[in-house]
């Protein structure tokens, strides 16, 4: 799964990774520990042009009674996402990217569970396949949500968990972002594991498992007192 992120990079980074601009006077600001229900950047296709959005994180689907559904849909398994009811709607034509700059998973030990921050050799930004939704609440703003798809962990990250982020190329935006491919055999091709070369982990600390702590020590080495 994926329930923490770091999202560090610019809003210029984001412009020239992405070929898209900001929605009107949004400017992203850097967060080491990005947890569900925050406000966080998603891009969009927006007609002829591509939209970086505030979302929240854990989508909402339209038919829901409550805000608080959002909270258990913060992920979608790649493998149902034609065959869950709040997940086939969006799938069709409301699929969106989330930029991360990398992500945190927990390993399970006989000692409790191991914060580890997880990135890309290739590129410091990482994009995850995902999918949004807009919600209308009786008598209030429309909300607009995301998840972020899964898939299951190639054989480095397996040592942690079984299940990553969806992620895809530079090249296969296009295709993931158009509302009018719908096709969810092809799409579905998409949301493979990222390759086991590209992928490096380290062992980070336990200030991280608090979703209230920030700042840029969270994805710093862990260093125990004989380091």
Request: proline letters at 8%; glycine letters at 4%; a negative charge.
């Amino acid at each position: 799964m994926c329930g923490r992120y770091v999202l560090k990079a610019t809003l210029q980074e984001l412009e020239r990774k992405y070929g898209a601009v900001p929605e009107g006077a949004y400017k992203p600001e850097p967060n080491y520990n990005v947890a569900p229900s925050l406000q966080m950047p998603v891009v969009v296709e927006d007609g002829e042009k591509r939209l970086i959005a505030p979302f929240r994180w854990g989508l909402i689907p339209f038919w829901a009674d409550s805000i608080n559904t959002g909270y258990s849909m913060i992920n979608a398994r790649a493998e149902s996402l034609s065959k869950k009811r709040s997940f086939s709607k969006p799938f069709k034509s409301q699929r969106c990217v989330v930029p991360a700059n990398g992500f945190y998973e927990w390993k399970k030990t006989s000692a409790g569970k191991i914060p580890h921050y997880i990135t890309l050799k290739s590129s410091p930004i990482m994009t995850f396949a995902g999918l949004y939704e807009e919600w209308k609440p009786k008598d209030e703003e429309p909300i607009k949500s995301f998840t972020i798809i899964t898939t299951r962990a190639n054989k480095t990250v397996e040592e942690l968990h079984d299940r990553m982020p969806a992620i895809l190329l530079d090249e296969e935006l296009e295709t993931w972002l158009d509302p009018q491919n719908s096709n969810p055999d092809f799409l579905e091709d998409l949301l493979r594991p990222w390759p086991d070369d590209d992928i490096r982990f380290y062992r980070v600390g336990q200030e991280v498992n608090n979703a209230r702590n920030s700042g840029e020590q969270l994805i710093e080495p862990y260093r125990d007192l004989f380091s």
